[in-house]
């Protein structure tokens, strides 16, 4: 009997599973079980033991067997191999633990708001919380499933975030640690055999990447691109995708009052259009200011009995009386809010929509040499796409005096396991089919570098993302810049002239050069390391700054 079956038997030979019960029944189960405490507001609080307040790459591996080997990007630093014989003794632990649990819980959900290529999960956990989860972020089964390319080729998720591997058992067979022991922690993904097990982490987000991982290897083989991405509509219909890195501006500029929101993080485009994979949102809190973000604040903070309400809160701190403090990060900085897109005013119940109009690329370059917005060609939005880069700031790590050029190909580079190319050729083709306008948006800095200039004014970039859906840009002269090969309008609505050449917001020109060839320098030595090798077009190689 094998590894699936063993689970199903286990399910249906076991009293006390409760197999997909109703979202009250969750939150009831979650709180009588002291998986979480009920706030003020009637958000559910939980926090994570300290090697689980967010992901765990290290830990991530991927079963590596012949049927994937040459789909895989092994190369990347992302895609840690897992031998099959330790995954096996994983599937028997995991096998083990389940049988000794006196309660269980099975969600059934799919990923993928469009029927056709919705991937149906089975979730098994021992946690009410972890099935709450699964039940907020993933959808539920639609009537038309049995369209769906992957009907009969579900994916089993088996998660047991509060128990460990026994470290002496998986020594030599998983990572060591600084302390010398081995790792009892994993994250694993097996994509011939469709199965995930999660063993030691009770973080959200790793319940969620790992399916996103799943469907980012899965959806390019049958033509379909996954986006690690934000997507809204506006009144006429036209989707707008936004993609950028954490502190870009992804979530905050994507959520406007005149567009109804798709989702916020994870979408597939089609030869039928976007959808969102989810049905909720799993959004960063700290620091959440209800004047910048209200939606958010909201969908998190508003008042309802707890069993009507859901939202889990996740290592946030709390005080006594059931209040939030989003502002303290004295427990950790990556403190999250799981919600269902329900809880936002302004979404579009479908989550599918035509193909893009626009996709903007957004970056926090803290070089102060980008300029604030740049049209894209399809060679030169390749390559944006495959560098993702945005800038990591002095005081955000220690050692760390000045920014630091940060790269994440397609701008999810750990959820992105097939070689590069596969990801890249699908946007180059689906832009120039739908005559899709790409823009490159600096959300960092101006007038000099971090530290020296100013970060860009936020309704400066509400304007030239105005600018942008509404075609404001259309018509316009643009002067290359050919140290980064990409086209600037010379004007753009509600934005001063001036702004738009960043060279000329420097006191110093001169100055102004020196940064702008250092960080194409660091462009040129990131793409020859990681892509020197890789199967790419020549007409993309040449946007390289620095060639």
């Known amino acids: 009997m094998n590894f699936l079956e063993s689970v199903t038997e286990l399910i249906n030979d076991r009293d006390r599973v409760h197999v997909n019960p109703r979202r009250r029944a969750l939150i ?35 079963v590596r067997r012949p049927e994937i080997e040459d789909e895989i990007d092994w190369d990347s630093p992302n895609n840690l191999p897992l031998d099959p014989d330790t995954f096996t003794m994983i599937q028997e632990d995991a096998l083990a633990l389940l049988a000794a649990k006196d309660r269980l819980y099975v969600t059934d959900r799919v990923v993928g708001a469009d029927s056709r290529y919705a991937l149906p999960v089975r979730t098994v956990s021992d946690h009410a919380l972890t099935a709450l989860f699964t039940a907020t972020m993933f959808r539920p089964l639609p009537k038309d499933i049995g369209r769906s390319i992957y009907r009969d080729l579900p994916f089993t998720l088996v998660a047991l975030p ?96 005149d567009r109804a929101l798709l989702g916020d993080d994870e979408h597939g485009w089609s030869r039928y259009g976007i959808a969102n994979f989810e049905f909720g949102c799993y959004a960063k809190l700290i620091n959440l200011d209800p004047a910048k973000e209200p939606q958010i604040h909201h969908a998190i903070i508003h008042q309802a009995h707890y069993l009507s309400h859901g939202a889990i809160v996740e290592n946030a701190m709390m005080y006594p009386d059931g209040t939030f403090d989003f502002s303290d990060s004295r427990l950790i900085e990556n403190s999250r809010g799981s919600y269902p897109l329900s809880f936002l005013p302004n979404v579009k119940r479908s989550s599918r929509g035509r193909h893009p109009r626009t996709i903007i690329f957004l970056t926090a370059d803290a070089n102060g040499v980008l300029p604030p917005v740049a049209r894209l060609d399809q060679d030169q939005a390749m390559f944006w796409f495959l560098m993702g880069y945005t800038s990591k700031l002095a005081g955000t790590e220690t050692g760390i005096v000045e920014p630091v050029s940060t790269f994440s190909r397609f701008f999810g580079q750990p959820f992105m396991p097939r070689n590069p190319n596969d990801y890249a050729s699908l946007l180059g083709e689906k832009i120039r089919k739908h005559r899709t306008r790409v823009f490159l948006v600096n959300t960092g800095w101006s007038g000099g570098p971090y530290g020296v200039g100013r970060r860009m004014d936020i309704n400066v970039t509400r304007a030239i993302i105005k600018a942008v859906l509404n075609g404001g840009l259309e ?47 660091e462009f040129s030595a990131h793409f020859d390391r990681v892509y020197g090798s890789k199967d790419l077009p020549e007409s993309v190689r040449r946007q390289c700054p620095g060639k």
Not at 199 to 205: E, K, L, M
């Open 28 to 62: 009831k189960d979650a709180v009588k079980n002291r998986e979480a405490l009920v706030s003020r507001n009637g958000a559910l609080a939980t926090w994570t033991r300290v090697e689980s307040t967010g992901r765990s790459p290290k830990d991530t591996l991927t």
């Open 162 to 257: 509060a128990d460990k591997l026994d470290k002496q058992r998986y020594e030599g067979h998983l990572r060591r640690l600084a302390d010398g022991t081995t790792s009892d922690l994993v994250v694993a993904m097996d994509f011939a055999r469709r199965i995930g097990i999660i063993i030691g982490s009770a973080y959200g987000g790793s319940v969620k990447k790992l399916m996103f991982t799943v469907m980012n290897y899965l959806l390019p083989k049958a033509g379909i691109l996954p986006l690690h991405a934000s997507a809204n509509e506006g009144p006429k219909g036209d989707i707008a995708l936004f993609l950028g890195l954490s502190g870009t501006g992804k979530t905050t500029l994507s959520a406007a009052t």
């Open 475 to 521: 018509g316009v002269a643009y002067a290359e810049d050919k140290t980064f090969h990409i086209d600037i309008p010379a004007s753009c609505p509600g934005v001063p002239d001036e702004i738009l050449q960043p060279r000329n917001t420097w006191k110093d020109p001169e100055a102004f050069d020196r940064r702008a060839l250092k960080l194409a320098g």
